[in-house]
């Protein structure tokens, strides 16, 4: 195992967050997982608890990443407890029903900027300030759907915050270069998680067969897709690099294989999921 590192993730209550969490635990690394509410965040420390290995702790700080003192105190707590915070992952973000360009509601444009944008953002120069203090760390912001500038019937919403995360990141190398903080890209494909759900459920009738189609082809499940993330973002990367999942290849091979075998990751239970 490498050395005994303190890892903050935001929105870890639950899905991806809280999967590279237990992972991390597992390895026998420190982890400070948030959420929105302190019954989250307190259920999730006990979900967690048990999965620490060795000297490994978890501890847990509510946290609204919409509000810059919130994440503010995330670090101070994190750092008060541990010493020093080794990787950030800004992981908070919502996907609201899916919403074609008319049809978009004020609230939830408002919620993406604040969460997937400002969250992100603020949470980053936060980290930044903090890294650079102590003399190094790494970032990691996570990517989603729309970062490489696909587009989808309905996901312009979400799918622009990601977009601008990508630049984001991309103006931060620029700006970091001479660092001894590195700025890299998470990027976990479709995991099947509670947002992924909704977002399934909320799908306009145009859109599910095709939705279930390439999510069965595409799409895995936490348990999957976490434990490779963590070995990847534990190992030494250089700043701007991609830890992904779902690579290119990996989809290309995926639908071609799909051409000889069908490969059924949902259920009908996954599809009425709240």
Known sequence: ???????????????????????????????????????????AVADLEPLASGTARVHGVPCDVAQCEALQTLWDEATSK????????NNAGISPARQRAGEMRGEDIRNVQQIN????????????VGMQAQGGGTIYNM???????MMNPGMGLYGASK??????????????????????????????????????????????ARTRRIYNILADRVETVTPWLVDNILKPQKAG??????????????????LFRKRQLLTDADFAAD
């Open 1 to 43: 195992m490498t050395s005994q590192q303190t890892i903050v993730i935001t929105g870890s209550t639950r899905g991806i967050g809280k999967g590279m969490a237990g992972e991390l635990l597992k390895r026998g690394h420190n982890v400070v997982v948030s959420g929105r509410t302190a019954a989250a965040v307190q259920q």
């Open 163 to 208: 977009f601008a995360l990508t630049y984001f990141n991309k103006a931060l190398l620029a700006e970091t270069r001479d660092s001894a903080v590195k700025i890299c890209y998470l990027s976990p494909g479709i995991v099947l998680t509670d947002l992924l759900k909704r977002d399934m459920g909320s799908n306009d009738a145009r859109d599910i």
């Open 117 to 128: 944008l400002q969250g992100m953002m603020q949470g980053t120069r936060i980290a930044l």
């Open 82 to 89: 541990f010493g020093r915070v080794d990787i950030w992952i």
């Open 241 to 258: 690099a991609r830890v992904a999942w779902l690579t290119g290849a990996k989809a290309g091979k995926r639908f071609f294989l799909s």
């Open 143 to 149: 990517e989603g759907y729309g970062s490489n500038g």
